[in-house]
């Protein structure tokens, strides 16, 4: 039998679905079959055997295959009619029962189900499946939520010369057959296979086989950066084992850095998927590489959060991503040779702090996702560095031998099982947590900021904590709070549990700041009292403590978003300070807003390129103040290339003129030149010279970026096609051409495209879904355009039937847009 399916959409899970289907089935044994022979064809074969017990007579397998071929249940043929939105029904269940179900399966070039990439440096094929968060159907027949866990077995034909990697431990039989054995029951949504061609290096450590691997094309890169890779590994591992008191329990432990990845990456148990740009191709700093440790550090985490205990349902999916940040940070900062502390605070809880003031806001944990695609707009900021800092909070509050101690036992009680938020408080308390339910109510129920701001009180100054909108706050921040003075020396003035109102502090008679958490220790917008800017501007060209800055500058840009100061002045603030700050954290993350927002739709149209040439001077004098070949100079020079507007200078750099002593200028920093360059009217036949000379796929994604950037009017109109109609590029040129497309200084230009973004944008659903759909969406969004006109585009947009993806898209883009404008009318 052989059917196409009558409607391709698939319907998302409901959670009342998944409680009943749950409560009827125990899946026993899965086994996948893969024919993946052909990797030009379009297609390849799938068949599923699910051994499973049912209580109930019916329930339904989720297949979201192209054609389904053969399906079987104990024997009998289903009725290929039933097969509906992704579902196939099953009747007649018996108390245990066998379903077979065969198919014809795409493979997919949105990076979710089985994903295939042709490198178009060699033409090789290389294929990894991404089941999150409900992708799994679209590779293999299974009852797809979190709680149906089951053990695993693939058997799979490939190409001879491929390498087949999964979950379990893989070994080759015959000449290209594969089995991936298993070894720990599994949830769908991190099932995972790795197949092609892929050059791989193997360590060990502490007993545990370690492999990561990438394209061939990658070898040289990826042996170059195995090292730092492996040492990173080995002692997130020791920290880890140390913490949990549970050992890693997924066997072998793989990284395949893998193409087209949407995500930094996913934390399949025993072979974990990451976007392949982590293989650097270019030079990269230590930010950089810590960035990469901590991403590292993080899919570790999640093989005991997440993937040991599993949560039930996606509404608790802090379980996972809180947890696994917040340990990240903790593992990096104190196992490896990675401080990570001041990126989290400048760039992950800048992130965090956006979303928790923006429409789309939610609490942390218990968010109530009624469907698996609500669940997914959840992956936002609030879920990863609120959450973490959340956590942070919380470990302070209970002590680290309650909150580790409450930890092990819960991994003790449900490991390879779910469990639920109230199965956590209650190992806390059992280990020894006092109130907890209401701490929690007030930190991970409560949606929103807190702000702390300073006031002058009787004898002294007091921190005060006001909730958002000015409501009473119910929690308590556990905060140092310090004082700076003229020189910019740090001084602690109190460690507070701070709640409404501090009893008046005694601040030092030359303090010039106070702030109220001088550690950036809490989740909170942070203040400085009623003359609290002009203290800053004193102290902050003097400022050296690290944490200090983060809250400072972090108070700069969301006092800027908040309205309470003005754009032109926060530029007067940043470039006049950042230029001696060494950290490359704060100087990248800082001066990158200031260019793409106070420079950008926070500036009038007229002034834009002004306020680009002074972030401009402030990189040149970063350049010239950094030691030859160091990272801050390489930071430096990135951020002066992208806020040029001398076409002279830019295209003496492209030809290796002029450049600063130590500054080597490899391919990514060449792509960074050429976008620029082009964007400004230079020669647009530069894009495709430098792309005969770089076939890589990561040079393809450049050349659609800088493609995008050229101002003329068939540019943009091929950029805009791309954007807005179905094409067989990869998701990465996508939104990189989103990302291209919006450039300061061609506002005329692109004006008619504001209009038809609001027009056009909806009818995107109709050929991309998930993650490709969402971040299309927010890549092209015309984050430029603050006028009145647009704001009432997209909010008009927004009252019409959109994809979940696309709608939280779009509320957040409006939400930045009506921001601007409101900056633009008060005119500072
Ligand atoms: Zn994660």
Redesign the pocket.
């Known amino acids: 039998m052989s059917t196409t399916s009558p409607e391709l959409r698939s319907r998302s899970l409901l959670r009342t679905e998944a409680q009943t289907r749950a409560a009827a089935l125990t899946v026993h044994d899965v086994l996948v079959e893969l024919d993946l022979r052909d990797p030009a064809a379009d297609t390849f074969r799938s068949r599923t055997t699910l051994q499973f017990a049912s209580t109930d007579q019916e329930s339904f397998v989720d297949f979201q295959g192209r054609s389904l071929l053969a399906a079987t249940l104990n024997g009998e043929p289903l009725h290929p009619g039933g097969w509906q939105q992704g579902r196939l029904p099953l009747h007649g269940l018996q108390a245990e029962n066998t379903l077979v179900v065969e198919g014809e399966m795409a493979y997919s070039s949105d990076g979710e189900g089985l994903h295939r990439h042709v490198d178009p440096a060699d033409g090789r094929t290389y294929l990894y499946a991404m089941s999150f968060l409900d992708a799994a159907p679209r590779w293999f027949a299974c009852f797809d939520q979190p709680d149906l866990k089951a053990s695993y077995r693939f058997e799979v034909d490939a190409p001879a010369d491929w390498t087949v990697l999964g979950n379990g431990p893989s070994a080759a039989g015959a000449p290209g057959h594969w089995t991936v054995s298993p070894l720990r029951p599994l949830s769908t949504y991190f099932v995972t296979l790795v197949a092609g061609p892929y050059a791989s290096v193997h360590a060990e450590h502490d007993g545990i086989r370690l492999g990561f691997h990438a394209r061939a094309s990658l070898r040289a890169e990826l042996e170059a950066e195995a090292p730092d890779m492996v040492t990173v590994t080995a002692q997130s591992f020791d920290y880890y084992h140390r913490l949990f008191g549970v050992r890693y329990p997924f066997g072998e432990y793989h990284q395949a850095f893998v193409p087209d990845f949407n995500a930094g990456a996913m ?1 399949n148990p025993g072979c974990v998927t990451f976007r392949d740009s982590f293989v650097y191709r270019g030079r990269a700093t230590e930010l950089e590489r810590g960035g990469r440790a901590s991403v590292i550090a ?1 899919e570790m985490a ?1 093989q005991w959060f997440g993937d040991l205990v599993t949560m039930r349902w996606w509404d608790d999916l802090w379980l ?2 809180s947890f ?1 940040e917040y340990m990240a940070h903790r593992c990096c900062t104190e196992a490896t040779r990675y401080p990570i502390w001041t990126e989290f605070g400048i760039r992950r809880k800048h992130w965090g702090a956006v979303a928790d003031q923006s429409p789309s806001t939610h609490p942390v944990a218990g968010n109530g996702a009624a469907d698996a695609v609500a669940a997914l707009q959840d992956f936002d900021g609030i879920s990863y560095a609120k959450g973490a800092s959340v956590l942070k909070q919380l470990a302070g509050y209970l002590g680290e031998d309650v909150f580790l101690g409450g930890l092990r036992a819960y991994f003790e009680r449900h490991a390879y099982g779910n469990a639920e938020f109230a199965e956590l408080i209650e190992a806390w308390t059992a280990a020894g947590a006092v109130d907890l339910p209401a701490w929690a109510e007030a930190w991970l129920r409560t949606a929103g900021m807190d702000t702390l701001d300073v006031a002058p009180a009787p004898g002294g100054t007091s921190v005060v904590v006001t909730g958002p909108g000015g409501t009473a706050s119910p929690r308590t921040h556990a905060v140092t709070v310090g004082a700076v003075d003229a020189t910019g020396t740090v001084h602690e003035v109190a460690d507070l549990a701070l709640h409404d109102r501090s009893a008046p502090l005694a601040v030092p008679a030359d303090a010039v700041l106070v702030v109220p958490d001088a550690h950036d220790a809490t989740w909170a917008k942070v203040r400085f009292g009623p003359d609290g800017w002009s203290g800053v501007a004193r102290v902050l060209p003097r400022l050296d403590d690290e944490a200090v800055l983060v809250v400072v500058l972090n108070a700069v840009r969301d006092a800027v978003r908040e309205g309470s100061l003005g754009a032109a002045t926060a530029l007067d603030l940043v470039c006049g300070s950042l230029g001696r700050v060494q950290s490359e954290a704060l100087l990248s993350v800082v001066l990158g807003f200031a260019a793409s927002t106070l420079a950008g739709p926070y500036a009038p149209v007229g002034e834009r390129a002004a306020r680009l040439a002074r972030v401009h001077a402030v990189a040149r004098e970063v350049l010239a103040g950094s030691p030859p070949g160091s990272d801050r100079q390489l930071a430096g020079f990135r951020l002066a290339l992208a806020s040029a507007s001398d076409t002279g200078l830019l295209q003496g750099w492209v030809d290796g003129h002029d450049l600063p002593e130590g500054l080597v200028l490899d391919s990514e920093l060449t792509w960074g030149l050429v976008r620029r360059l082009v964007s400004l009217g230079g020669d647009p036949s530069l894009v495709e010279q430098t792309l005969a000379r770089d076939a890589s796929s990561a040079a393809a994604v450049h050349a659609a970026r800088a493609r995008a950037s050229v101002p003329s009017a068939a540019a943009k109109q091929a950029a805009w096609a791309l954007l807005m109609e179905p094409s067989d590029r990869s998701a990465y040129e996508v939104y990189a051409t989103g990302e291209g497309f919006w450039v300061a200084g061609q506002e005329e230009l692109t004006e008619d495209y504001v209009r038809r973004y609001f027009a056009e944008v909806a009818g995107t659903a109709r050929f991309r879904s998930g993650w490709a759909l969402g971040r299309t969406a927010e890549t092209a969004f015309p984050a430029l355009a603050a006028t009145e006109q647009a704001v009432q585009r997209a909010t008009e947009t927004l009252q019409t039937e959109l994809a979940a993806p696309l709608r939280r898209a779009l509320v957040d883009g409006t939400d930045q847009l009506s921001r601007a404008l409101a900056s633009l009318r008060r005119g500072d």
């Open positions: 934390e993080h999640h996972n991503e696994a």
